[in-house]
């Protein structure tokens, strides 16, 4: 049919109602990212490292003095998050996540501590995860604790004016921790190694046979003459008599 003149209008009032109803007033496009490749430990077992929102909200409307809390939620539940927050609440509290709640804030920083533009001589990260003190202090509903593994998680950045949200930034890509590697089980796991150790084994045995068979022959020779004394073969010395030869003189017949 056809289309009301009204109708282009309708969506950006619809997303405009929406925000307001979640007291939301401005989005901005900057979408959190992992740090630098060749940083080390961007992703462990319990933490991951963030760039710094720098320039994220320097077009924003937000005030100096805003607080803005980096919020880690659980990938899936990322979507039914909304902005209607109360740090260091319990339902929002690290020590509940993920258990009891599927997000929990946390880093709260201004804009202060984000300056814009980035000097690229310095390393501007976060690493999320770092404090192991507070992990199980419910006195620190924001603790910046380690993750559980593997996640899998995401993140953003949402501005607060006390209680009310302002500006927030998208979602993360989703991010997945390392795990430990498990040995290999089952039937047919390690089995190289397996075929490796028994041909070693093999080898080994028929050289310590060889080995014993040697060892059993000398004995057996040495049990006879050759070997002499103490089972040790010597050569025979040949002795050599020495003989006096006694001069016969013949007598003349003028001497009888």
Known sequence: GPRHPGAGTMLPLLILLLAAA??????????????????GGRITGSTFVLEQPRCAFNNSTIQTTTSIWLVVADAAASVSFTNSVQPGMPEWAFQSFPANTSAYLTLNATLLNY???KDPKEITVLRVGSETSCAKETSRPTCNGPLPSPGTYKVKFLALNGFEPVAETKWSKPIELKTA?????GPGAGG???????????????LLAVLLA?????????????CG???IFKPEVASVRRYTTHHVYDQTVGGL
């Open 22 to 39: 979640h007291g939301l007033r401005e989005s901005v496009t900057y979408e959190p990212t992992l740090a630098q490749g060749d940083l």
């Open 115 to 117: 300056p814009c533009p």
């Open 181 to 185: 590697r498990q040995p290999p089980s």
């Open 192 to 206: 190289k190694h397996s075929a490796d150790m028994i041909a070693i084994t093999s080898i080994l045995s028929i």
């Open 214 to 226: 040697g060892l059993v022959a000398t004995l057996a020779f040495c049990g006879s003459d050759p």
């Open 229 to 231: 004394r103490g089972g």
